[in-house]
């Protein structure tokens, strides 16, 4: 108890040490030529631009979702579809690493240029949904107790009642834990393609917007905003 407490408390005094050092030198503007200020400036023009935000979180939040859910659907249909046929994993393997490997900053014009709207916005945050949860999928599927799949081979089972009644609830946690990385590389997608144009609304295009306007404050609440998000 008394250990747990003094963890506690030493947790939470490094904090403040960090909080009051973060202050001093935003006020003194003794890191990069008070391109970080003080918290507590943070604060005040936040509450100053407090009416500029809920539409731009809104529009983060709606194509940051729509692409979350897209991506993650994909991702577990063709986690499934690779473990029932493995002539498909080996066939989109190229496919795959491609995903990956795409620079999402690079993708962003391209994608801004072919089409309108959300579209843009939700494809990109779907993108950064795929891989992770694609791959979580097969591994989960993949890692299914064999004496369970036994079982229903011997009840005259195939492959597709082995996905349906070990498999799948066997790689659920697997799934889930997924979502913990895909959430945020979601709403870094939307904010991504933000970037590139396409809306009026959203974080990226309001921290665009204020970029020319040397106020570091206004930029730290955007991306403290965007990293609360």
């Known amino acids: 108890m008394a250990r747990e407490a ?14 009051l050092a973060w202050e001093v030198a935003g006020r003194f503007g003794l890191v990069a030529s008070g391109a970080l200020p003080a918290p507590t400036a943070i604060l ?6 407090k009416a500029d935000y809920p539409p731009h979180i809104a529009a983060t939040l ?6 979350f859910v897209i991506g993650n659907v994909i991702a577990i249909a063709a986690g499934v579809a690779f473990v029932i046929w493995p002539v498909l994993l080996r066939l989109f393997r190229g496919v795959n690493i491609a995903v990956f490997a795409l620079p999402p900053i690079a993708i962003s014009p391209v994608l801004v240029l072919t089409f309108s709207g959300m579209a843009p916005r939700v494809i990109l945050a779907a993108l950064g949904c795929y891989f992770v949860t694609m791959t979580a999928t097969v591994l989960g599927l993949t890692q299914a107790d064999q004496r369970c799949l036994d079982v229903v081979r011997a009840y005259g089972g195939g492959r597709l009642q082995d996905m349906r009644f070990v498999q799948l609830r066997s790689a659920l946690p697997t799934i889930l834990g997924s979502f913990r990385v895909a959430a945020p590389a979601a709403v870094l997608g939307a ?10 609304y959203g974080l990226g295009t309001y921290l665009l917007g204020s970029l020319g306007r040397a106020d570091p404050p206004r930029l730290w609440g955007i991306g403290l905003t965007a990293t609360l998000i």
């Open 6 to 19: 003094s963890s506690r408390f030493g947790w939470l005094r490094s904090v403040i040490v960090l909080m």
């Open 44 to 49: 005040v023009r936040f509450w100053a631009d």
């Open 62 to 67: 709606q194509s940051s979702f729509l692409g």
């Open 191 to 200: 904010i991504l393609a933000e970037f590139g144009g396409g809306g009026r």
